[in-house]
């Protein structure tokens, strides 16, 4: 299966999928559908995990302040966005895609649409160049990851893009061209749910009972960075 999906890679050019600088929730919500659609993942995504990667420091400089205000404390290298040799990028949050294919042994694949790295690229290895978890940083920027199961995330995102206007009702960057992504029971807007992150809510035990139990909800699994490679080996 390993051979199958790296010869699908010089196919998978990242300028095919939407994207929008600074939407990133949205761009991996449309990332996934065409996964889907195109057959690259399964038809309803059962092989695809949302991840979005912040801290608590984002989640308290983000309520009630626009992006302008914000104080970015979630450092990622090889990012397009950087204009340092080594790619390094202080996002407020960024949000990836995870593949990782049930019936196979091949290793998980990461979708990153801002990445400089090979399009998808191994979750090994996307650890060790853009969280780089061996660089020693302080506690303040500690990266947190939310994995949530894409069929979840189809059925409950909704974002209103109220997080990307400043206070006199313009838009701190352009937004996507397509109406605002709506959940299916009509909720308007909830990314701030995915993106609050606090230490203390991380999965005390990757024992698979645990890990079946937190993916099965709407808001999915919280990791550490030590904890996320491991996670994918747990998962039903």
Not at 27 to 42: F, Q
Not at 108 to 122: A, G, M
Not at 153 to 179: C, E, L, N, T, V
Request: glycine share 2%; net charge negative.
């Amino acid at each position: 299966m390993s051979s199958v999906i790296i010869s699908e890679l010089p196919a998978m050019d990242a300028t095919r999928f939407q994207h929008t600088p600074y939407y990133c929730e949205e761009n991996v919500y449309l990332l996934c559908k065409t996964l889907c659609e195109s057959g690259v993942a399964d038809e309803t995504g059962s092989d695809l995990f949302v991840v979005f990667i912040s801290n608590e420091r984002k989640q308290a400089s983000m309520f009630g302040l626009c992006l302008h205000y914000t104080l970015f404390h979630v450092p990622l290298w090889h990012q397009k966005a950087s204009t340092r040799a080594d790619g390094i990028v202080l996002w407020d949050y960024h949000v990836i895609c995870v593949q990782r294919k049930k019936e196979s042994d091949s290793e998980p694949l990461v979708w990153d649409l801002d990445s400089t790295l090979p399009f998808p690229s191994p979750l090994a290895s996307y650890v060790t160049e853009t969280i780089q978890p061996s660089f020693q940083l302080f506690a303040e920027y500690q990266r947190f990851f939310r994995v949530v199961h894409a069929p979840l995330f189809f059925k409950h995102f909704a974002s209103d893009r109220r997080h990307m206007k400043a206070p006199d009702g313009s838009w701190i960057a352009q937004p996507p061209p397509y109406q605002p992504i709506v959940a299916q029971d009509g909720v308007l807007h909830n990314l701030s749910e995915y993106t609050a992150m606090s230490a203390k809510d991380t999965l005390s035990s990757l024992d698979p009972d645990t890990v079946r139990e937190a993916i099965s909800q709407k808001l999915g699994v919280f990791v550490s960075h030590s904890q996320l490679q491991d996670l994918f080996t747990k998962l039903p």
